[in-house]
């Protein structure tokens, strides 16, 4: 396959045209120029890794690396976010067995994809899950679809349907950017969706220790997912005060730069075969 791109680029990716990048971005999926990171979730009693947020990355071999703020809305605006997604699961999931075979089976341990609303309110969402999930052998119980609030608040009825039917079969769904906006939107959000886990937006995080209402909001987060058995995890956990505060607060799982940014899978087995975690850092 010829290389869609000229020999040499100058311009700055902003200024590149959608339609253009889209050409690039389709060749990446086509020549491996795509791959994942891996944010781990971790657990805030033991400091052991439960999961892993994947994240997907582009290294373009003459406009270097692409962050996902460029070419994720790109995507979605085109149509080829699913596809790409479907890649990532794919890969998600075969990145999992690899683990999986180097540290011993643990049916715990569980994968997060990001999905879009376009991706879900398609027809045929639920049938290309089932295809790639079942030509594994990884239960349905280690994938966790990972979806916006905004998903919940545009495409109600769809998004329940869909959801409903990912719940029946074992798969976890996760709210991103759970906590912004108006409390009286989000938090029926619990009760109206067949969700398991919400997380708790990085910028509530951030500003809880210095924001005594932020603070009370994250507490009733968690009070209010634990009453329906929703796990709560934190994003963007920075410092060991952060860390320390939600362990208080009850919150069980979380992430971010404190613990780890997000790996390549080749530096994952480590992670997991350390017997103590990060349990020094939660002390």
């Known amino acids: 396959m010829n290389n869609p791109v000229p020999d040499i680029l100058t311009e700055p990716i902003e200024s590149v045209p959608m339609l253009e990048l889209a050409k690039e971005f389709q060749h990446a999926m086509l020549n491996h120029e795509l791959s994942l990171n891996y944010q781990p979730i971790i657990n805030l009693e033991t400091g052991l890794v439960c999961g892993f947020e994947t994240l997907m990355r582009w290294n373009h071999p003459l406009r270097g690396k692409i962050y996902p703020g460029v070419f994720i809305p790109m995507a979605e605006q085109t149509g080829l976010i699913a596809e790409a997604s479907k890649w990532a699961l794919k890969e998600a999931i075969a990145a999992l067995k690899r683990l999986e075979n180097h540290v011993g089976h643990n049916e715990n341990i569980f994968m997060s994809v990001n999905f879009s609303p376009n991706e879900l309110s398609a027809d045929s969402f639920l049938d290309e899950m089932y295809n790639v999930i079942s030509a594994s052998d990884i239960r349905p119980t280690q994938i966790q679809l990972e979806i916006t609030c905004e998903l919940l608040s545009v495409q ?13 079969t074992g798969l976890r769904i996760a709210v991103d950017d759970y906590g912004l906006g108006d409390p009286n939107e989000f938090f029926p959000y619990m009760d109206n969706f067949p969700i398991s886990c919400v997380k708790i937006d990085r910028d509530l995080i951030c500003d809880m220790l210095a924001v005594p209402e932020e603070e009370l909001l994250v507490q009733n987060i968690i009070i209010e997912a634990k009453k329906r058995k929703i796990d709560v995890i934190a994003e963007g956990i920075e410092n060991k005060d952060e860390a320390k505060k939600l362990i208080e607060l009850g919150c069980k799982y979380g992430q971010g730069y404190y613990f780890t940014r997000a790996l390549p899978e080749r530096e994952l087995t ?9 349990s020094e850092q939660l002390k």
Not at 156 to 165: E, H, P
């Open 270 to 278: 480590s992670l997991l075969l350390k017997i103590s975690g990060f």
């Open 156 to 168: 109600t009825d769809k998004a329940k349907k869909t959801l409903d039917i990912c719940r029946k």
